[in-house]
C-alpha cells in the first residue's frame, strides 16, 4: 500500500515540475519572436495556418497534468493559443480554459 501511494506521490510531483514560472504578467507579449515564446512555454502541441497565412500554436502549459485522472477542482486545463505573423511575431493570443 505504501508503495502504492509514494508511486502516486511521484506521479503528481513530476506533472507539476514542467510547469513554467508564471510572472504576474501575461505569459505572452505582442512582438515576441516564436522562439522567445517556445523558450518559456515549450513546443506547441498543435500548429495551423489561417487563411491569411498567419502561424496559429496552441501550448499546454503543464501539460503533463492532462496524462492524471483527477476530477474535480484540479481538473481544469488551460492553453495558450498565439497567432503569430508571417515574419514569426506574436500578434496576439489567448488563453483557453476546459474543465473535464
Not at 3 to 17: D, N, P, R, T, W
Not at 21 to 35: F, L, M, N, T, Y
Not at 85 to 97: F, I, K, L, P, T
Request: glycine share 12%; hydrophobic share 40%; aromatic share 8%.
Amino acid at each position: 500500500m505504501k508503495i502504492k501511494l509514494i508511486a502516486l506521490a511521484a506521479v503528481l510531483l513530476a506533472g507539476c515540475a514542467d510547469e513554467p514560472v508564471h510572472s504576474s504578467g501575461p505569459p505572452v507579449h505582442k512582438g515576441e519572436s516564436r522562439a522567445q515564446v517556445e523558450a518559456r512555454l515549450g513546443r506547441p502541441s498543435d500548429e495551423t495556418t489561417n487563411s491569411s497565412g498567419a502561424l496559429v500554436c496552441t501550448y499546454w502549459p503543464g501539460s503533463a497534468k492532462g496524462l492524471i485522472p483527477i476530477w474535480g477542482g484540479f481538473a481544469e486545463q488551460k492553453a495558450i493559443t498565439v497567432r503569430y505573423s508571417r515574419a514569426g511575431y506574436v500578434m496576439a493570443w489567448e488563453y483557453q480554459s476546459f474543465g473535464m
